[in-house]
């Protein structure tokens, strides 16, 4: 197989397994191009000729670096001791699982046993740089495409989810963020009877168990299912986190807070300057209090 398709069907394999990290994705990569580092004419043997050259000489090609031998233990010993190794690993394990699928197959135990490996007779091979390796690099991406965003919904589970687009699973999920600002997006329908679809910041729980407080872009907070009901609702998670507060006495804000919630017995308050605030606390930025 060619190197983009080796590339691929490495970066495949990671959204498969939800090893989706920057650095994870690029040692997989750098893992599936590194069998054939054998070959003066790959791409790393382009740039590391003065490797690839000697290599090539001495084994030829698909030869000790194309060896389950020395792949697996090193997977082995980088995720027990330094994982980048192990990264590596996997991808050049990739790579050998790709090549046992060409007509010439792979003598996977070299140097332990030359036995050629092959994934199927002769109809069912690739020839490397044949149009039908063209195809099936295709399909890879497809199937990248599609694992990625399945991967941004949080996988096979998280798109059924989002398809569902239920209330209370909403509440569930939201509760396992912690301190997370989460938003909640989908379509609303009043209790006046109007249906507003937009994506409103969720402050937290309010008394009951599937009972929630919102704050909408005209600063106004919405208690749900109080004040109207989600006929479809998905969480939006975000990198940012509240800070969190627990007041036993009543206190006096002094300062204008940029954004800020506290919650008495069963719902959600703004906090304002000048007004007294106490129970639970949630706010961004500065909070001043006498």
């Not at 959204?15 to 040692?27: P, Q, S, V």
């Not at 792949?71 to 330094?82: A, D, R, V």
């Not at 036995?115 to 390796?133: L, P």
Request: include cysteine; hydrophobic fraction near 40%; proline fraction near 3%.
């Amino acid at each position: 197989m060619t190197s983009p398709t080796h590339g691929i069907f490495a970066l495949l394999i990671c959204l498969f397994f939800g090893a989706t990290g920057k650095d994870i994705m690029f040692y997989m990569l750098l893992g599936s191009l590194l069998p054939d580092i054998d070959h003066p004419r790959s791409i790393l043997g382009r740039l590391f000729f003065f490797v690839s050259g000697p290599i090539n000489k001495k084994f030829g090609h698909r030869n000790i670096t194309h060896s389950f031998v020395v792949w697996f233990p090193l997977l082995i010993i980088g995720f027990s001791s330094f994982k980048p190794i192990g990264w590596i690993a996997f991808g050049a394990l990739t790579h050998l699982f790709l090549d046992m699928w060409n007509y010439s197959g792979l003598a996977l135990f070299n140097p332990v046993s030359q036995k050629i490996f092959v994934m199927a007779n002769k109809r069912y091979r690739i020839k490397s740089g044949s149009r039908n390796e063209f195809i099936l690099m295709i399909i890879f991406l497809l199937f990248g495409v599609v694992g990625y965003k399945l991967d941004k919904l949080g996988g096979l589970r998280g798109s059924i989810r989002e398809m569902m687009g239920d209330y209370n699973t909403v509440i569930i999920d939201y509760e396992k963020e912690g301190t997370k600002k989460c938003y909640i997006e989908g379509k609303l329908r009043y209790n006046s009877g109007i249906i507003e679809k937009n994506k409103w910041l969720i402050i937290g729980k309010n008394k009951g168990y599937n009972s929630l407080s919102i704050y909408d872009s005209e600063e106004k907070i919405i208690k749900i299912p109080e004040d109207g009901k989600f006929l479809r609702a998905n969480l939006r998670k975000s990198e940012n986190e509240w800070n969190m507060l627990n007041l036993e006495s009543p206190k006096k804000v002094k300062n204008n807070v940029s954004l800020g919630f506290y919650k008495v017995n069963k719902y959600w308050y703004p906090i304002k300057k000048g007004e007294y605030v106490f129970g639970d606390v949630i706010y961004v930025g500065r909070f001043i209090l006498e």
